[in-house]
């Protein structure tokens, strides 16, 4: 694969990763909608434009980096590419939270 084509595979895998539609949570009327991952922005009901939760939370594999998504206060995940079961949170300063999957 050029490099070309290869920074435009590179490119098109990041969108997919962008567009993931996750579970958010009302935090007033406890209704639930998907919506698109956006880590920039908080979410608001469309019902009573209250703060809405994310139930899904992104994690990165330590011994692989495959990033997947696990609902919130799950326990005993692994990884579907290795089967390592130690995993990070991915933090926008490049800083980690380690978790061990009991």
Not at 7 to 24: C, F, R
Not at 64 to 71: A, D, K, N, R, V
Request: hydrophobic share 30%; with cysteine.
């Amino acid at each position: 694969m050029d490099r070309l084509k290869k920074v435009k595979y590179l490119a098109g895998v990041d969108n997919m990763k962008s567009e993931q539609l996750i579970l958010h949570k009302c935090r007033n009327c406890n209704r639930t909608d998907k919506r698109a991952y956006n880590p920039l922005e908080d979410e608001q009901c469309a019902h009573c434009n209250a703060p809405m939760d994310a139930l899904e939370i992104r994690y990165k594999c330590v011994n692989c980096g495959h990033l997947t998504w696990s609902e919130a206060g799950s326990t005993g995940k692994s990884c579907h590419k290795c089967g390592y079961r130690i995993f990070v949170k991915p933090r926008k300063d490049g800083m980690a939270k380690v978790l061990k999957a009991e």
